[in-house]
């Protein structure tokens, strides 16, 4: 599995465990919200510092 596939995965998973939204991880993470759709929907790979900042928050709310 690649790594934009898993941070993709990732994504999904965290806001099924802790039924969120994209709106909810894009203010948290302080990306937009089309930007969380396009990572997670595999559109477009997340930079570094977006990957960073998704991991980030979600290992905050745990």
Known sequence: MDESN????EIINF??????????VA????ISVE?????KS???EATEEEAGLL???MASQK
Request: zero cysteines; a negative charge; proline letters at 0%.
């Open 6 to 9: 898993n941070l993709s995965m």
């Open 15 to 24: 806001e099924k465990d802790h039924d969120m939204i994209d709106n909810q």
């Open 27 to 30: 203010f948290g993470s302080q």
């Open 35 to 39: 930007r969380v759709h396009d990572i």
């Open 42 to 44: 595999q559109a477009s």
């Open 55 to 57: 991991r980030k928050f």
